[in-house]
């Protein structure tokens, strides 16, 4: 990379990405086509952008871990079972063509524009989580990890509904479990796009940087909030996403 506006233009929009990414999702809708415009291939970019994520999540676990929140003792079953599915979806992923990204994504971010919109009551404290729930949950985690494998962008969103609805848990530690989730089945994928040769190693690296810097002091400002700074982020990346997916 010889470009210095390359190289601010990934760290700056690694950095915005890291920050909606951990306190909502949808940041891959921004640095996917970021890359693909920089001339990266789609399949190449679909791996170069999961260097970022998965550093982004390594430094976001980190920040909520500091902050006292427990991730771990649900988010063990959940990363599993999305390890498995990742598995599938990556296998998938290197050969993917570039229109069948918003495609599949438009589908799923109209479904979840439609399921925001649905009046529900507010979660004012986490509900001790079952045994029903907590398999049913970690059931539809292994579907969270072929899409997560298979093309990533928008998945924040769909952890959450399971997380906040399936698994009744503050929006707070719903992010938390994200991130770690993610981070998990990531370094497989990672592992995968690299065999198949599908990543920009000096662009992940470089975007990286931001991811990791807006993960960490979001992750710590998210809990610091508490929920209604996460709900904003939710709704409003939600339309931004709908919107540029159906109009652009």
Do not use: H
């Amino acid at each position: 990379m010889d470009s210095v506006l390359e190289i601010i233009l990934l760290v700056s929009v690694g950095l915005f990405v890291g920050v909606i990414n951990t306190l909502a999702g949808g940041g891959s809708l921004i640095s996917l086509p970021l890359l693909i415009f920089l001339g990266l291939p789609p399949a190449v970019a679909n791996g170069t952008n999961r260097v970022a994520i998965l550093i982004q999540n390594t430094f976001g676990v980190a920040g909520f871990k500091s902050k006292g929140i427990d991730f771990f003792t649900f988010g063990k079953w959940a990363a599993l079972a999305a390890l498995f599915g990742a598995m599938i979806g990556a296998q998938i992923a290197v050969d993917i063509k570039g229109e069948v990204f918003n495609r599949i994504l438009a589908v799923v971010m109209v479904l979840v524009v439609i399921y925001m919109l649905i009046p529900k009551k507010k979660l004012m404290a986490e509900i001790p989580l079952t045994k029903k729930r907590k398999w049913w949950s970690v059931f539809l985690f292994f579907f969270i990890g072929i899409y997560g494998g298979f093309i990533q962008a928008g998945v924040g969103f769909l952890i959450l509904l399971i997380l906040s609805n399936v698994n009744q848990f503050t929006l707070v530690k719903s992010n938390a479990v994200k991130m770690f989730v993610v981070l998990v089945y990531m370094a497989l994928t990672v592992a995968i796009f690299a065999y198949n040769d599908k990543i920009n190693w000096k662009y992940g690296i470089t975007m990286s940087i931001g991811n990791g810097t807006g993960a960490w002091l979001a992750s710590r400002y998210a809990v610091k909030k508490g929920d209604q700074i996460v709900k904003v982020f939710l709704i409003v990346m939600v339309f931004a996403m709908a919107i540029k997916l159906w109009f652009f």
